[in-house]
């Protein structure tokens, strides 16, 4: 991401602490929930070249395994390797995590996020909980601070997603029908809906739907059983995580609600982070990498059980 939008976007930042300071948890609190320890840098995963799971080798970083196939184990191995062929180890924390790891299968009906551990010699490993058979894709998001591409400005961390597939063994047929683009999406009671006739692009201008290549605010509401519900929880310093996938190309979207969500920081005491509850407004910041039909998986927490609901998006 560029400076220039960082700079935008720093004004939207101030809105959700003034938020949480009209919920009765104070800006000072909100504050120590970010500034705690290390500085807190805000990823925003608008789409560029390097990051929407183009290939396996992105700016000379390359998503190295020699597994193909799933073992019966699940657990993948894997590296991140530098132009110089060396292992990367200078990882920055995005969201509670060095790295995200997400898998989905070529047919969009299985889906997974899951964090790898990284050990000293730069292997990842990882359990991939994927249990029908058959081909998927595999990406890796993550920053990196000794970045060696010229896309990134000084001060500035390399993002990064890698993508490289592998194949779960037994019988398989993928499925050829994937759901109709909606505006809404239901699990376990809960309903997210968005409102495209709401979206606006960061210069303030007014969308009548999503569009690729665009970075976009996409209001969205939340409602449990019919009525509006504001008891999300953070989840990885979020209230919700939005991941699509395109389904002509499988390239790569991430979104997530601008409203703050407490630290984002592992390993940070409790008392570092404000309790907040969001919803029923939620406000994606959102880009994606192209038009088409993209299908999307919502992550999102409730009374510490973490729910998965997944729809159709068209994008102009």
Do not use: C
Not at 24 to 30: C, D, K, R, Y
Request: glycine content about 10%; aromatic content about 12%; cysteine-free.
């Amino acid at each position: 991401m560029g400076r220039s939008r960082l700079r935008a976007l720093a004004s939207l930042f101030a809105l959700p602490l003034l938020a949480a300071a009209g919920s009765g948890v104070s800006t000072a609190a909100a504050a120590d929930g970010v500034q705690t320890g290390q500085t807190q840098r805000v990823t925003l995963h608008e789409s560029t070249r390097n990051t929407i799971g183009q290939s396996q080798t992105e700016m000379g970083y390359t998503f190295q395994s020699d597994m193909a196939v799933l073992p019966p184990d699940q657990e993948y191995q894997f590296r991140i390797l530098k132009p110089n062929g060396q292992p990367e180890m200078n990882y920055l924390w995005d969201q509670t995590k060095l790295m995200h790891f997400l898998a989905i299968r070529d047919d969009f009906t299985g889906f997974a996020h899951v964090h790898p551990t990284l050990g000293s010699d730069g292997m990842w490993s990882v359990r991939l909980p994927l249990t029908e058979p058959g081909p998927y894709e595999l990406y890796t998001d993550f920053l990196i601070g000794d970045f060696q591409g010229v896309a990134v400005g000084e001060g500035e961390p390399g993002h990064l997603v890698l993508r490289r597939s592998i194949t779960v063994p037994g019988p398989y047929a993928l499925s050829s029908i994937v759901p109709a683009p909606s505006t809404s999406t239901s699990v376990d009671g809960y309903t997210f809906t968005f409102e495209m006739s709401k979206i606006r692009t960061m210069d303030g201008g007014h969308l009548n739907g999503p569009r690729g290549w665009t970075v976009m605010y996409m209001p969205a509401t939340v409602s449990y059983q019919g009525r509006p519900f504001n008891g999300l929880q953070p989840y990885l310093a979020v209230y919700s995580h939005f991941t699509a996938f395109n389904i002509s190309n499988d390239l790569y979207g991430h979104a997530h609600p601008l409203e703050y969500a407490g630290a984002g920081r592992e390993g940070w005491p409790a008392s570092t982070a404000p309790t907040l509850h969001g919803g029923p407004a939620l406000t994606f910041h959102a880009e994606f990498p192209g038009a088409g039909d993209y299908r999307a998986f919502i992550e999102f927490q409730v009374a510490g059980v973490l729910h998965t609901a997944s729809l159709t998006l068209h994008i102009s």
